[in-house]
């Protein structure tokens, strides 16, 4: 089962290693997911399709390698924009703001904000 394969450790461990190469939007879609999983009034349907975009996401094999130069991550963003999909009702202000937190320190300033 997807709940069974996706780890928070295995998650943020691939976060780590490659989200720089990920790109800030592959990153920001894994946060928005991993984190309206974490909510409470998310219903255990829609944490198993999310468990399954994530699993596939932190899975070592994929259809399309991830250290393949500069499409590694589009089957990993195509898992997560379809999971995404199904279940946008709970990404929420909040979830897309702990995100956006996450990103930040990340990747810099939040996407929006302006340059000081």
């Known amino acids: 089962m997807a709940d069974e394969q996706f780890t928070d450790s295995g998650?943020?461990?691939?976060?780590?290693l490659f989200s720089r190469q990920a790109?800030?939007?592959?990153?920001?879609?894994?946060?928005?997911?991993?984190y309206a999983s974490q909510q409470p009034n998310t219903p255990k349907w829609a944490k198993s399709?999310?468990?399954g975009a994530?699993?596939?996401?932190?899975?070592p094999l994929d259809a399309i390698?991830?250290?393949?130069?500069?499409?590694?991550?589009?089957?990993d963003l195509g898992a997560l924009a379809a999971a995404l999909t199904m279940v946008s009702l709970y990404i929420d202000d909040e979830v897309k703001s702990?995100?956006?937190?996450?990103?930040?320190?990340?990747?810099?300033?939040?996407p929006n904000e302006p340059k000081v």
């Open 11 to 16: 998650f943020w461990n691939k976060i780590k």
């Open 23 to 34: 790109g800030r939007e592959v990153i920001e879609r894994a946060l928005w997911l991993y």
């Open 49 to 51: 399709v999310i468990f």
């Open 54 to 59: 994530l699993a596939y996401f932190i899975s």
């Open 65 to 75: 390698p991830d250290l393949t130069p500069l499409v590694g991550f589009t089957d």
């Open 98 to 110: 702990r995100a956006a937190d996450k990103l930040a320190l990340w990747f810099g300033d939040k």
